[in-house]
């Protein structure tokens, strides 16, 4: 997945425009974006949702982004959700495999009591947004089946450690925030999940953000959050493979192919070695159709 489109769960209007925004995944928010008041009504709305959408010949992905564990709302969350089958649940300040595996648990029982089976709705986890969290990056390998992305964030992040500020005066991130983004790219490499990177919230300043999803892609996310439908293709743009990436990657694979044995092969006058077909295989896996079609 490349483009995550962010859209609050208690908004109809947005959830139907989201849809024609080209997003790879659609993230239904019962989190941040929804009052404590507009819960319940949420829920409602997000279960709805889900049971159209699905029927779509094709479609995003769909996740949830439910409420975290330590709110008490997220049982509340996946007693709606689950019957209407997303792809996935988003974990909103996830605190490393432990609560992965805690998650794993809900769910198990919530697919078996609506006959679905056993590790259809997957979990990605926002791994950084507690300081806890942090220290408990390197635990999410072998927690859960279930684990499909890792993904981080600064501004929950930021209001915990009572800083003024996540990004200095010309938008970069500030070094806790750095920290926490390495972090991400670490945790998921070893948990052997992709890495999504996280929001940008001046969606008005589209060269900013068009640098930061370059970084991003430069340094081994595989795609990045959206607050607004106007970053996605931005998004789906710079996370694309170019035609020649694409030719040097399967040229790659193919060199490896004929020669099982090699630790090196020679490509146009060129040297690659096992790093490089590591890449070159995830670099395909990338190009592979990015819309869900309906079972």
Excluded at 129 to 150: H, I, P, V
Excluded at 201 to 216: H, K, L, Q
Excluded at 228 to 254: C, G, K, S, W, Y
């Amino acid at each position: 997945m490349r483009s995550l489109l962010f859209v609050p769960a208690d908004s109809p209007k947005k959830l139907d425009k989201a849809m024609t925004s080209g997003a790879d995944a659609l993230i239904v928010d019962l989190e941040d974006s929804v009052a404590a008041g507009g819960k319940a009504a949420a829920r409602h709305r997000a279960a709805a949702f889900l049971k159209e959408t699905v029927a779509h010949k094709t479609r995003p992905h769909l996740l949830v982004r439910v409420n975290d564990l330590k709110t008490g709302l997220i049982d509340a969350d996946l007693d709606a959700i689950v019957p209407a089958t997303p792809d996935a649940i988003m974990l909103p300040k996830a605190e490393g495999g432990a609560s992965i595996i805690h998650v794993d648990a809900k769910l198990a029982v919530r697919e078996a009591q609506n006959g679905l089976a056993e590790g259809q709705i997957k979990i990605a986890a926002i791994a950084t947004e507690t300081a806890s969290a942090l220290f408990l990056a390197g635990t999410y390998a072998g927690a859960s089946n279930r684990l499909s992305a890792l993904t981080w964030g600064a501004e929950d992040l930021s209001a915990e450690l009572g800083a003024e500020r996540n990004r200095d005066v010309e938008g970069m991130l500030l070094d806790p925030y750095r920290l926490a983004r390495a972090l991400c790219l670490a945790a998921a490499a070893a948990a052997g999940v992709p890495a999504i990177d996280t929001v940008f919230v001046d969606f008005r300043d589209t060269e900013a953000f068009r640098r930061e999803c370059g970084a991003a892609r430069r340094d081994g996310f595989s795609g990045k959050m959206a607050i607004h439908p106007a970053q996605v293709p931005i998004i789906n743009a710079i996370f694309t493979p170019t035609p020649e990436a694409l030719r040097q990657a399967r040229a790659i694979v193919e060199a490896f192919a004929a020669n099982p044995d090699a630790g090196v092969v020679g490509i146009d006058g060129r040297m690659f070695d096992r790093p490089h077909l590591t890449r070159a295989k995830r670099l395909l896996e990338r190009a592979e159709p990015k819309h869900k079609p309906n079972p």
